[in-house]
């Protein structure tokens, strides 16, 4: 099919050749989460044709979770009526699940295409919509819903109960008739033992078993799913959290924290697929995982001996659904499942990066005609910005870590453009969804300063040397709003210090003129963690100010809420402060998406000081995974007008 998409007339010539195909490793794995997010069959077999074209063989299939129990069960009904369905954020019903014929009709299809799918059902944790349904399985007795936020929740399966592996019994029964796979993943990852440890009929299993802990307790567990699983002729395979409690026999670790836990494993005698984070996530933006770390990937950890390396069966990109809707799916695949299926497919040894881009120029080609839109490969650049001592301002641009440690070798370059904020710039959007500048627009520089009379954007884009000696541009533009603003250069003094984690980037992150994009991480933001923002500014001289704004982020999920409010103060002389107004939002805190804020106050003349309090939320909200801990408030910039 690769050769056939290639000839570029497309009427199905192909010049005559011979194609030899080993691929290094016999597990090249593809998890898809049905749990977080819902696809419909015609985009799994459409992933399923995909991963076939990519020469992956595994579709590791995630069924259940917290947020929705994706697979109907005869006998037990509630597990789908219930499970399947979860309040969505317009507070309608979110969800659905797959009919066995469904089940059959994707298997099948996978199994045409030489692809096996793996089921994923996960226990002990990661379940409350199982729960949701048979609330009589858990430790407390519930009730529960379904659950509607991401992360990790606190009611797991009792260990104490036997009703749970009677129910665990009739899933695997029904799993083991639809897929033909050997395998079985039972997840054991992100397991919370507060549950075990308060619930008496865990406590009383603990004694019967003569086990030490509730760690131990959890490796009983699943070596009971592993006899369960054994009794109907399957494998299990599971996170490498299995191995915490004592492996059972013949169970396959899949590492995804790091790849210690494929190392114990496969040392201990066991097989592993290994998936780690760092290079197998590709719920991740390409700015946290570049093309360049995949293409890099070596799912054999360095340092073992050949015997165990033998073990490695192979390795898996994780597509994980929180933040990834079916129409999203190919943006976080493409471009890096080709590097993916070269980590996976090609022989052991470093990759040629300058090639394999070549390669992929090809394969480019095709997708738009296979319906693909792709995603950026990589964010390669980070940017500076400063106001000089004169007045101007800034803006450095230099290769991030993954780019330094992967780039080296292609020459590359920077180039930098600089245009006033169009009225379409969405700071809310990735540069990369930005319109296109002119290549008239750009000058070969990795530096611009300028005067900043009005907002400005300046852009910069990291260039390569493909193998063909050609300079073309790599991953992302990388993206600075810049807003002139009185207070820009100003030293600010913080009641309270930020974050030593968050501290921004550069001298005054908060008077740097620099707007925050999407990421708090990008380092124009400033967190401060269970504290509030308190921060004096002195102008230099009495200075007639119109506007004072601060800007704040909201990102939920990472325990970042927007200040209940905001309070401005203006002073003539350091002593008397007149308030200037006082700042609220009408976001709500369980928004999951996440939402920039800019609060403002009017001004008055004769100001020499401004100061901003901005207070923090208190704690995370009581729907929170983080209920009632402290919680962070970021805010990127004091402007004054
Ligand atoms: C995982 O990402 N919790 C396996
Ligand atoms: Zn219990």
């Known amino acids: 099919r690769q050769l056939l998409l290639a000839g570029a007339a497309g009427d199905g010539r192909l010049p005559a050749g011979r194609a030899e195909l080993a691929p290094r490793f016999r597990w090249r794995g593809m998890l898809l989460d049905s749990g977080r997010h819902l696809q419909d069959v015609p985009t799994i077999l459409r992933l399923v044709d995909q991963l076939a074209l990519y020469g992956f063989n595994v579709l590791h299939w995630h069924l259940t979770e917290d947020q929705g129990w994706r697979l109907e069960v005869p006998g037990h009904p509630a597990l789908t009526e219930v499970g399947a369905w979860r309040t969505g954020p317009d507070g309608r019903p979110y969800g659905g699940y797959y009919t066995a014929g469904q089940v059959r009709e994707v298997v099948a299809y996978a199994a045409a295409r030489f692809v096996t799918v793996v089921p994923e059902i996960e226990l002990p944790g990661h379940c409350k919509a199982a729960l949701a349904a048979y609330p009589e399985l858990s430790c407390t007795g519930g ?12 009611d797991v399966f009792c260990a104490g109960n036997d009703a749970v592996f009677a129910l665990l019994g009739d899933v695997f ?9 050997a395998y079985v993943h039972i997840g054991g990852d992100e397991v919370p033992k507060d ?3 308060a619930c008496p009929r865990c406590r009383a299993r603990l004694a019967a078993e003569g086990l030490a802990d509730v760690h131990d307790l959890q490796g009983w567990f699943v070596r009971r799913a592993g006899s369960l699983l054994q009794d109907r002729g399957r494998r299990l395979i599971g996170w490498d959290e299995i191995l915490e409690g004592g492996l059972p026999p013949g169970a396959t670790v899949q590492s995804w924290r790091g790849t210690a836990g494929a190392v114990a494993a496969v040392e201990a005698g066991h097989d592993a697929v290994v998936s780690p984070t760092s290079d197998a996530y590709f719920d991740y933006d390409a700015g946290q995982l570049p093309l360049e770390q995949v293409l890099a990937f070596d799912p054999v950890p360095a340092g073992l001996a050949p015997a165990a390396a033998a073990r490695i069966l192979g390795g898996a990109l994780n597509l994980w659904t929180e933040y990834v809707p079916q129409e999203r799916i190919d943006r976080h695949l493409y471009p890096r499942v080709a590097a993916m299926a070269e980590a996976l497919g090609a022989p052991a040894g470093p990759k040629q990066l300058a090639a394999f881009l070549a390669r992929l120029a090809v394969h480019a080609a095709w997708w738009p005609r296979l319906g693909i839109t792709p995603g950026p490969a990589s964010r390669p650049l980070r940017l500076e910005a400063a106001r000089t001592a004169d007045g101007d301002y800034a803006v450095r641009a230099d290769l991030d870590a993954s780019a330094r440690a992967h780039l080296g070798g292609l020459d590359p370059r920077v180039r930098m453009a600089a245009v006033p904020r169009p009225e379409a710039w969405q700071a809310a959007r990735p540069p990369e969804e930005q319109p296109a500048l002119p290549d008239a627009a750009w000058s070969a520089t990795d530096r611009w300063r300028g005067p900043l009379e009005a907002p400005m954007v300046v852009l910069a884009q990291l260039l390569v040397r493909g193998s063909d000696g050609e300079l ?11 807003e002139p603003s009185l207070a820009a250069g100003r030293p600010v003094a913080c009641a309270a210090p930020p974050s030593t984690r968050y501290p921004g980037h550069g001298e005054h992150p908060l008077t740097d003129g620099a707007r ?10 400033v967190g401060f963690e269970a504290a509030d923002l308190d921060a004096t500014i002195d102008l230099g001289a009495p200075t007639t100010v119109a506007e004072v704004s601060l800007r704040a982020i909201q990102d939920a999920n990472a325990w970042i809420f927007l200040p209940r409010q905001v309070r401005f103060y203006g002073s003539p002389d350091g002593r008397r402060w007149d308030d200037l107004g006082t700042a609220d939002h009408q976001v709500a805190d369980r928004e999951q998406q996440k939402v920039i804020r800019e609060f403002t106050a009017a001004g008055r003349e004769q100001v020499r000081w401004v100061r901003v309090v901005a207070e923090n939320l208190g704690g995370c909200p009581p729907w929170h995974p983080g209920k009632g801990q402290p919680c962070w408030l970021f805010v990127d910039e004091i402007r004054v007008r």
């Not at 541009?473 to 810049?482: D, H, I, W």
């Not at 925050?516 to 933001?525: K, L, P, V």
Request: avoid cysteine.
């Open 143 to 154: 009730p529960f819903a379904v659950e509607t936020q991401w992360g990790i929740h606190a």
């Open 173 to 181: 029964d029904h799993v083991a008739g639809l897929f033909p796979a």
């Open 472 to 482: 073309q541009p790599y991953g992302a533009p990388a993206a600075v709003e810049l």
């Open 195 to 197: 549950r075990w440890l």
């Open 516 to 525: 925050g994009g999407r990421d708090f991480a990008d380092g124009r933001w």
